[in-house]
């Protein structure tokens, strides 16, 4: 290709910034009272459910109250263990309480951590003039109960620039709930050691730039390891946030858009090998493409990454074996920038202190995606671009520990695919995105007298993605952009032929708005803004939870009788 067709479309950086100034005037409707559920009201609201807790009385620890966010300095906070809830604990929850004061202000990364560990990881809700919007988030830390014996120091990260251009400032609250075990109650399997990969002691995500940048740990490990799983999180930044938009390098200036290809995927290497790979999940946050698209339903996970866990377990013989191994993740086509950070859960053989074991089979190899262009160029620009990536891996070890050798096989298969058609003219610029991300795995663990434990995983995380810039009759330029996710992942464990365990969630939201601009490119308003998010989470005792809400108009207008919030 060698031609630009002379309809200009306006870079994402550029509107972005235009279009968070000119929120600051833009009419949103005002959010009204407390309270999630508010017909009529642009509040910040999810269909997500809250963590199921126990009917234990729990002991709170406040990490924060009203902790304010008007600089790029780090709020630091005592921590304590609950002296009235010693552990084991039945459940940890971790729940936090955000607001941001009507003005102008961009969507903020939001990560807290404890000591280097993060305990939560996130983005913020953009205000306007007239909302000032609120949210909860909360999560499940059970896992990580080993973390919360000891006293220590945690930080809240939430960098936000506050002059006389954006005013608005971000204040949060968090606590940690410890809840006791019931009488006779067995208390929950939980890792004995973990360990972050962060920027330092007090935590901190560290900068990807390109594939071979690495964020990395090296760690002289227990001896007596059993189980090893990496908890990862991959957020796309600057250059990379709209990474789903990308295309292949060669036709991006002619396209108009990033290069690198519309493909990314973290990968996790032990001592230089690859061990595993965690997605790269299409999240976008409340300023991403329009921001009325997100009033008052943010994308999936936008406010609450879920980290992806990748099993490390037929590594464990060899993290065993009392020398230094170093764990670490790369994001390959990496094009400016991830943050990344990540942690290391082991659990460890109650039975002995020392176990002897070996990684026996190990065909995972870095990615190899296809490129595929079918372009035409004349008075216009017209066709498509597809990356896809397809591989299958199997990964065996073993550890022989207190109860007998253990072998733990891991059968995955990964598929990817992002396909875009352009059409590009003097007076349009259409760019329509289908990326499909699935992960198929089988865990197949053996024990010498036992059944087998066959545990099978299956995740996807697609967007379908519409941007629509177009020229009107009346010499004005309007923006309709069109959007639904899903995150679905689904685990089912059998013991030999018997169910043992199940667990489905599927997270869909879906929406659509039109920006109109007059000929000097002045935000006249937004029409046909319209948005729904549907929750849906089964588990194998017959617990359903399912939650539908809508918007219009950027407003509240429905939401089913089984929302918890």
């Given at each position: 290709m060698s031609r630009t067709i002379s309809r200009t479309k306006v870079s994402s950086a550029a509107l972005r910034t235009a279009l968070i100034l000119l929120l600051a005037t833009a009419a949103v409707p005002a959010a009204f009272a407390d309270g999630p559920y508010i017909i009529g009201s642009a509040n910040t609201v999810t269909a997500d459910p809250t963590i199921p807790r126990p009917h234990t009385t729990p002991c709170i620890v406040q990490l924060m109250s009203n902790a304010e966010f008007a600089d790029f300095n780090p709020v630091s906070f005592p921590y304590t263990p609950p002296a009235d809830c010693p552990g084991p604990w039945a459940k940890?929850?971790?729940?936090?309480?955000?607001?941001?004061?009507?003005?102008?202000?961009?969507?903020?990364?939001a990560n807290f951590w404890l000591g280097g560990t993060v305990i939560y990881f996130g983005t913020t809700a953009e205000p306007s003039s007239t909302l000032g919007p609120s949210w909860h988030v909360e999560s499940d830390l059970t896992d990580y109960s080993p973390l919360f014996m000891t006293a220590q120091q945690g930080t809240a990260d939430i960098g936000n620039l506050v002059n006389s251009t954006y005013t608005g400032i971000i204040f949060a609250s968090a606590t940690l709930e410890f809840y006791p075990l019931a009488p006779k109650q067995t208390a929950p399997v939980t890792a004995n050691v973990v360990l972050p990969l962060s920027a330092g002691s007090t935590g901190g995500t560290v900068t990807l730039n390109t594939t071979t940048d690495t964020l990395s740990g090296t760690f002289t490990l227990p001896t007596n390891i059993q189980n090893a799983y990496l908890d990862v999180f991959s957020q796309s930044q600057s250059n990379d946030e709209f990474w789903y938009t990308c295309v292949p390098t060669d036709v991006a200036s002619e396209l108009q858009s990033c290069g690198n290809t519309g493909f990314r995927e973290t990968e996790v290497t032990i001592d230089g090998t690859p061990a595993g790979v965690a997605p790269v999940?299409?999240?976008i946050f409340t300023g991403g493409i329009d921001p009325w698209l997100w009033f008052p339903i943010p994308g999936v996970q936008t406010l609450n990454f879920?980290?992806?866990?990748?099993?490390l377990t037929p590594f464990a013989g060899l993290l065993s074996n009392g020398q230094p191994h170093t764990v670490a993740l790369s994001v390959f086509n990496a094009n400016g920038y991830f943050e990344d950070t990540a942690t290391l859960l082991l659990y460890l053989d109650s039975g002995s202190t020392s176990v002897t074991g070996a990684t026996v089979k190990n065909s995972l190899t870095s990615p190899n995606p296809v490129v595929t262009e079918n372009l035409n160029v004349g008075n216009s620009?017209?066709?498509?671009?597809?990356?896809?990536?397809?591989?299958?891996?199997v990964i065996s070890g073993f550890?022989?520990?207190s109860q007998g050798k253990v072998t733990t096989t891991i059968s995955e298969s990964l598929s990817f695919r992002n396909y875009q058609v352009f059409n590009i003219t003097n007076t349009q610029y259409l760019q329509q995105i289908n990326q499909s991300g699935k992960i198929h795995s089988a865990t197949l663990v053996q024990v010498p007298g036992q059944p087998n434990l066959t545990i099978y995983k299956n995740w996807s995380f697609p967007l379908v993605l519409s941007i629509n810039e177009f020229v009107t009759s009346s010499g004005g330029i309007n923006l309709t952009t069109k959007a639904r996710q899903t995150y679905s992942n689904q685990q089912v464990s059998y013991q030999n032929s018997f169910l043992f365990d199940a667990l489905a969630v599927t997270n869909t939201s879906q929406r659509q708005d039109t920006l109109e601009f007059d000929s000097s490119f002045n935000l006249i308003g937004n029409i046909n803004q319209s948005?729904?998010?549907?929750?849906?989470?089964?588990?194998?005792?017959?617990?359903n939870y399912f939650c539908v809400i809508a918007a219009a108009s950027n407003a509240l207008?429905?939401?089913t009788p089984g929302c918890s919030q």
């Open positions: 940890v929850v971790f729940t936090a309480d955000l607001n941001v004061t009507a003005g102008v202000q961009y969507d903020r990364t999940s299409p999240w879920a980290p992806y866990r990748v099993d620009i017209t066709g498509s671009v597809q990356v896809s990536s397809t591989r299958s891996f550890v022989n520990t948005a729904s998010q549907t929750y849906n989470q089964q588990d194998s005792p017959g617990v207008t429905s939401f």
